[in-house]
């Protein structure tokens, strides 16, 4: 399905899946990238030799990187977006939920779920949006979140 819809068609995907992303491979440069821009630089992140000695066996990507890529996966078919989109803003989130570490070279996709839609102002619809992010190969996801954006139509 097109995850691109009217403002008169948004209340038939409240409770509906409206979007999985392609798969993304979490790659050691990607996660030492990020520990240089957020400056967490814990070993079982960033030192292959030692993390190899963790009950993880190997590097696993930061929490937050993982959340972050929600951006980027919502891009690549997630989210709800609306026709005539002027811009959406990131609105924060409800909850958040990390459940299984993403180990280094690990693949991740996000699936999109609408829990809510409301207009609350013209032109203004805040939507609420489940993200569960998979491992690929694992039963647990990596993260489940409430995600909040507010898009702005003309």
């Known amino acids: 399905m097109s995850n691109v819809v009217s403002v008169d068609q948004?209340?038939?995907?409240?409770?509906r899946e409206v979007g999985v992303s392609d798969w993304v491979e979490i790659?050691?440069?990607?996660?030492?990238?990020?520990?240089?821009?957020?400056g967490d630089h814990q070993y079982i992140h960033v030192d292959p030799q030692r993390a190899a000695e963790t009950p993880f066996g190997?590097?696993?990507?930061?929490?937050?990187?993982?959340l972050s890529l929600m951006s980027m996966l919502?891009?690549?078919?997630?989210?709800?977006?609306?026709?005539n989109a002027v811009m959406g803003i990131?609105?924060?989130?409800?909850?958040?939920?990390f459940?299984?570490?993403?180990?280094?070279?690990?693949?991740?996709?996000?699936?999109?779920?609408?829990?809510?839609?409301d207009e609350k102002k013209e032109n203004h619809f805040l939507m609420k949006h489940k993200v569960t992010i998979e491992i690929e190969g694992e039963e647990k996801p990596a993260l489940i979140a409430?995600?909040?954006?507010?898009t702005v139509v003309t």
């Open 10 to 15: 948004l209340s038939n995907y409240i409770g």
């Open 27 to 38: 790659d050691q440069d990607r996660i030492n990238k990020f520990a240089d821009a957020t």
């Open 58 to 66: 190997t590097t696993i990507a930061h929490g937050f990187l993982t």
């Open 74 to 83: 919502s891009a690549n078919n997630g989210a709800i977006k609306l026709e």
């Open 90 to 97: 990131n609105y924060g989130l409800d909850k958040v939920r």
């Open 99 to 117: 459940i299984n570490p993403v180990k280094v070279g690990s693949r991740i996709r996000a699936r999109f779920e609408l829990l809510s839609a």
């Open 146 to 150: 409430e995600w909040l954006g507010m």
